[in-house]
């Protein structure tokens, strides 16, 4: 089954940018980030799946973008113009497309395989 090692994540101010990172092994072709705030459920930020084809939940307003880089199994995060709302436990995750409606996961029950999770803070 797939393991995800993630890294990146910190603290930074209001407009600040950031990259996560997040080494996925095994075949599993979906994946996404997810991020997770104190007393609060488990969201979607984004997915790529096959042919790089990706999907944004609405708030990320084209700040974040996802992308991969199969040659060393790689999948990231960038994020810039972060806000205090941002502050959260970020997830990396992963499936078997075939998994998931339209061959193409997107949400929290979508996943079964998520990394470590990492905490990224933004102070106003």
């Known amino acids: 089954q797939p393991h995800l090692e993630q890294s990146g994540g910190g603290s930074v101010q209001t407009g600040g940018s950031l990259r996560l990172s997040c080494v996925v092994q095994g075949t599993a072709e979906c994946m996404g980030w997810f991020r997770q705030a104190p007393g609060k459920g488990r969201e979607g930020i984004a997915s790529?799946?096959?042919?790089?084809?990706?999907k944004y939940a609405t708030f990320v307003e084209g700040r974040f973008a996802i992308s991969r880089d199969n040659g060393d199994n790689t999948l990231y995060l960038q994020m810039s113009n972060l806000k205090p709302e941002d502050t959260a436990t970020y997830y990396c995750?992963?499936?078997?497309?075939?998994?998931?409606?339209?061959?193409?996961?997107?949400?929290?029950?979508?996943?079964?395989?998520y990394g470590q999770g990492t905490q990224v803070t933004v102070s106003s």
């Open positions: 995750a992963a499936e078997y497309c075939t998994y998931c409606p339209d061959l193409h996961c997107f949400g929290p029950s979508d996943f079964s395989y």
């Open positions: 790529i799946g096959y042919g790089d084809k990706t």
